[in-house]
């Protein structure tokens, strides 16, 4: 039940198409849901979250949609550049209890093909 | 990067020996945590820190143990280091609206 399901693993995108991620959760207790862009040999630096109480936030090229029945969430990159070409993580975490401790998707490699 | 550093940035040992890992961070953040990163696994909580001397277990946490005697500090040491420690490891902080910043990793490579 704590579990996040992302998928897909790897993604080719052609440059200016649009890319989606996929995720999914059991746990409705989840009520933070961030998305994060890593390069190799970095840490993950954040790029978008959402909580529940919204189902869609844009910023930029980025977007998440959030489907609370479905428990699922997603993330849209429109105009997929090559500099996004990076590995993707969702991720979910509650209030209180254990103090916001994250629970992380397997990541998604995308690559953007010029 | 949130102002946190992570030393060392590369560490190569033998098994059975002892390692610390430093998580440094430079704006006084209550909550830190310790993640390790393994090909098709994400990231994985190992502990996390609520404040000074205050720790919890992650979903990892077998053969590791942490310790945080300052707000800027944030330690974590393997005992008795195995082939199967051998992952990246990420210090992270909790910021002002509950999201997570990572540092830049250390490599541990484990021979």
């Known amino acids: 039940q704590q579990q996040v399901k992302q998928s897909p693993q790897s993604l080719i995108v052609q440059k200016g198409g649009i890319s989606i991620i996929n995720c999914a959760y059991e746990n409705t207790a989840f009520d933070y849901f961030p998305w994060y862009q890593q390069f190799p040999g970095k840490g993950p630096a954040l790029l978008i979250a959402i909580r529940p109480d919204v189902s869609e936030k844009k910023e930029g090229r980025f977007t998440i949609s959030f489907n609370k029945s479905a428990k699922q969430f997603s993330l849209h990159i429109m105009d997929s550049q090559p500099g996004d070409s990076a590995t993707y993580f969702c991720?979910?975490?509650?209030?209180?209890?254990?103090?916001?401790?994250?629970?992380f998707g397997k990541g998604t490699k995308l690559s953007v093909k010029p | 990067d949130a102002g946190i550093t992570q030393s060392p940035r590369h560490k190569v040992t033998e098994t059975g020996t002892p390692v610390t890992l430093r998580c440094h961070q430079t704006e006084n953040h209550r909550y830190m945590y310790w993640y390790r990163q393994d090909p098709g696994h994400g990231l994985r909580l190992i502990h996390y820190?609520?404040?000074?001397?205050?720790?919890d277990k992650g979903e990892v946490s077998d053969g590791y143990s942490v310790s945080r005697s300052k707000t800027e500090d944030f330690l974590l040491t393997l005992e008795s280091a195995t082939s199967s420690q051998t992952s990246v490891y990420f210090c992270a902080i909790m910021g002002l609206a509950n999201e997570q910043f990572f540092g830049p990793g250390t490599r541990l490579t484990v021979l």
């Open positions: 820190s609520y404040g000074v001397k205050d720790t």
């Open positions: 991720a979910a975490s509650m209030k209180g209890g254990s103090q916001g401790n994250l629970i």
